[in-house]
């Protein structure tokens, strides 16, 4: 029996807003920068504690609507050549439907809204949050720093190219406030810090929030679509390994709340893909040794991403051995059957089935009857438990019926977002 313990929201922010950078080096932490450089300009410009929080929050999520490396390394560009509006405007629609996010929605859809000279005031006829206008600058702040050298020596040339912008890109009164920050050279140092995660914490602007099991249910929900919507061909596939873990589960004789767990389980089971480059993910053909070798990573990336959230053990084992075999030949700790968890036997088996019944760029997905066959061989071979087979394969086709009506219903949220980006 496996029991359920609170999870705190500061630390699975902290650790999947590093996760959504880990895809370049010039990014990594990105996120959490703009938090601490946005949090202090909101606090000489005054605003309250609530709002601060809100900016906060918004920032360490403010571009989840950003799916591909080029869009992302298009926005290290100081002056924008492209529509930024497209992934805030993704970002929004992500997250719109999750009350706990209600308040920084409207945030993060307008944190590129130029002030162009009073006029930023509102964006389509809507009036843009102040917090908009913080994160906005907070961001550009961030990309202007050089991160392969000293810092002090570049707070000029960053203060002069901010003020430049001042009433065209950005609010004035912001300019003033971020010109007061920047005086400090706690400010920079704090920013630079490799152990950025602990100023956060030492902000403590969000330490009280724990999650109980829907909310975090919730959140996993938002991070399988960052996770997916990074390749049309893989869109729905964490969403449909949710849904065919949750019911295998059950079929099993899991609990309740272990069920809801194996679908958290199965919405973050590939967050560590997250350092895998997109062109890797959409390659139409077979991949080669050395891109295999960054594939193979993603596995181990999961396991460190979720092993360092509190009370996320559990979860994470089930999540993270999904490439794990019976035999020991899986990857990347080559357990042996008996040390391999029944939850991470069942997310194996629920894997490899939404796997092969979707389509890849380099071939359809199979029809239930041929991944019939395949999950037979394959705990023929040992490399998956035979005894979950013969579960699955005796309930397949109510499994392909749930994994159809999440996934199509995933399908929907996924075209209604601005895919020219990607
Ligand atoms: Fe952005
Ligand atoms: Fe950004
Ligand atoms: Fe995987």
Not at 61 to 84: C, M, Q
Request: net charge negative.
């Amino acid at each position: 029996m496996f029991l359920f313990k609170m999870i705190k929201l500061k630390e699975l922010l902290t650790v999947f807003s590093k996760s959504m950078d880990y895809v370049d080096s010039a990014l990594s932490n990105h996120h959490l920068r703009v938090a601490c450089i946005a949090d202090d300009i909101a606090a000489a410009y005054n605003l309250s504690r609530q709002e601060r929080v809100n900016i906060f929050l918004a920032s360490v999520l403010h571009d989840i609507g950003v799916f591909s490396l080029k869009e992302k390394r298009e926005l290290t560009h100081y002056e924008l050549s492209s529509n930024p509006h497209l992934h805030a405007e993704n970002g929004y629609l992500l997250i719109r439907d999750f009350k706990m996010f209600a308040d920084i929605a409207h945030i993060i859809r307008y944190h590129h809204v130029p002030w162009d000279n009073g006029m930023g005031q509102s964006f389509g006829g809507v009036e843009v949050p102040i917090g908009a206008h913080v994160i906005h600058l907070a961001d550009r702040v961030e990309i202007l720093i050089n991160k392969e050298i000293e810092i002090l020596g570049q707070k000029d040339a960053i203060s002069k190219a901010i003020c430049s912008k001042s009433d065209s890109l950005f609010m004035p009164a912001m300019v003033e406030a971020f010109l007061e920050v920047a005086s400090r050279e706690c400010f920079w140092f704090d920013v630079s810090a490799p152990e950025i995660d602990k100023t956060i914490e030492l902000k403590g602007l969000m330490s009280d929030v724990e999650l109980d099991i829907s909310e975090l249910a919730a959140i996993s929900r938002l991070y399988s679509h960052i996770i997916d919507f990074r390749s049309r061909f893989t869109a729905m596939h964490s969403a449909g390994v949710s849904a065919v873990a949750s019911l295998l589960a059950q079929l099993v004789g899991f609990s309740a709340v272990e069920c809801q767990m194996m679908s958290i389980a199965g919405n973050l089971h590939d967050i560590g893909k997250l350092s895998v480059p997109t062109e890797i993910l959409e390659k139409p053909a077979k991949l080669t040794v050395e891109e295999f070798n960054i594939m193979k990573r993603h596995v181990y990336q999961s396991y460190r991403v979720l092993g360092s959230i509190e009370n996320m053990e559990t979860i994470n084992a089930w999540a993270s051995f999904h490439h794990e075999r019976i035999d020991g030949n899986g990857y990347p700790f080559h357990l042996l059957g008996k040390d391999i968890p029944i939850g991470a036997r069942i997310m194996a088996v629920s894997d490899v089935f939404t796997a092969v019944t979707e389509d890849r760029p380099y071939r359809k997905g199979m029809s239930v009857e041929e991944a019939l066959r395949l999950l037979q061989g394959m705990a023929a071979q040992n490399a998956l438990d035979s005894e979950i087979v013969s579960i699955a394969l005796s309930y397949i086709g109510e499994l392909n019926d749930v994994r159809t009506a999440l996934q199509s219903k995933v399908v929907n949220e996924y075209c209604n977002l601005n895919l020219n980006t990607l």
